[in-house]
Each structure stands twice: as C-alpha cells, then as structure tokens.
C-alpha cells in the first residue's frame, strides 16, 4: 500500500506562483510513476504531468512551459512547480502514484484546492 498526503495549495493572483508537494508512505519502493491530475467544478479530473521512475515528464499541452514536475526520492516527495498561473488552472489538484510490480495499483492523495484570482 502507498499513501500520499498533498500540501501547498492556495490562493493566488492571476500569474503568481505555487509549488504542490506530495509526500508518499507505505511501500515507496513500489511506485514506478508518480502524476498529478486536477478537476474543476463540472469538469472531468485530467492528467496535468507526470514523471517515470526514470525522470521521464510529460505535460498537458496548456501547462507546457509553466508547470514542472520534479521527485526528490530522498524525501520521497513529488513536486509539482506552477508559475504564471492563469484563472483557468483553478482546480482540486490531486497526487498519483502507480505502484506494484507492473504500476498495476494506484493511490490517490486527498486533493488540494488551488484557485487563481484577482
């Protein structure tokens, strides 16, 4: 089992900045992937980034070149790094992990709210 606790959500202004992290217990050594997803009211939660055991990224489209994901596996913490936000990245924002042997199992973190707002 993984468990994973989100922190570092809030609220900012319109191109301002945040960094969500997500620590992650049980059987760290288990995970393969680790991913952040968001959800806004009346919407379907999407995948915004992703990172491989082996450092690999990817992006939506709309957060490329602002957003970076990151793993400190020492602390074992995932990082998801959001600059110039912009009012429409207003969302829960929720932790993933893909862990096992194939990554055949998932955890979900209990959600952080982010809301960008003048």
């Known amino acids: 089992q993984v468990q994973l606790v989100e922190s570092g959500g809030g609220l900012v202004q319109p191109g301002g900045s945040l960094r969500l992290s997500c620590a992650a217990s049980?059987?760290?050594?288990?995970?393969?992937?680790m991913g952040w997803y968001r959800q806004a009211p009346g919407k379907q939660r999407e995948l915004v980034a992703h990172v491989s055991s082996g450092g690999s990224t990817n992006y939506r489209d709309s957060v490329k070149g602002r957003f970076t994901i990151y793993r400190d596996n020492a602390k074992n913490t995932a990082y998801l790094q959001m600059n110039s936000l912009k009012p429409e990245d207003t969302a829960v924002y929720y932790c993933?992990?893909?862990?096992?042997?194939?990554?055949?199992?998932?955890?979900w973190g209990q959600g952080t709210q982010v809301t960008v707002s003048s």
């Open positions: 993933n992990a893909d862990y096992g042997d194939f990554g055949e199992n998932v955890a």
């Open positions: 049980g059987s760290i050594f288990s995970i393969v992937g």
